[in-house]
């Protein structure tokens, strides 16, 4: 898949995304390296951050950042 594409082009880049890739390699332990760094990351925003939607919304942010990050790996080696 072309990495400068701003859209779905083809059927294969659609191909790409919603097949499942089975971790290999490195990537085993880089999921769980990304869960973790976005965990922290998470907890630092809801430990000095008051409750309110702002806050929900980033740590939200941070979640999709991490399926981003895993989805990136996943479908693109």
């Known amino acids: 898949m072309d990495l400068s594409k701003s859209r779905i ?7 790409a995304i919603f097949t499942y890739h089975a971790p290999r390699g ?3 332990q880089r999921y769980p390296d990304i869960r973790d760094a976005g ?3 998470a907890q630092t925003i ?3 951050t008051p409750g309110s939607a702002e806050q929900t919304l ?4 941070v979640q999709q950042a ?7 790996i996943a479908i693109h080696e």
């Open 9 to 15: 082009e083809s059927c294969l880049d659609l191909e």
């Open 58 to 61: 980033a740590v939200r942010a």
């Open 66 to 72: 991490v399926m981003w990050a895993n989805a990136a």
């Open 26 to 28: 490195t990537q085993v």
């Open 46 to 48: 809801l430990d000095n």
């Open 39 to 41: 965990k922290r990351f």
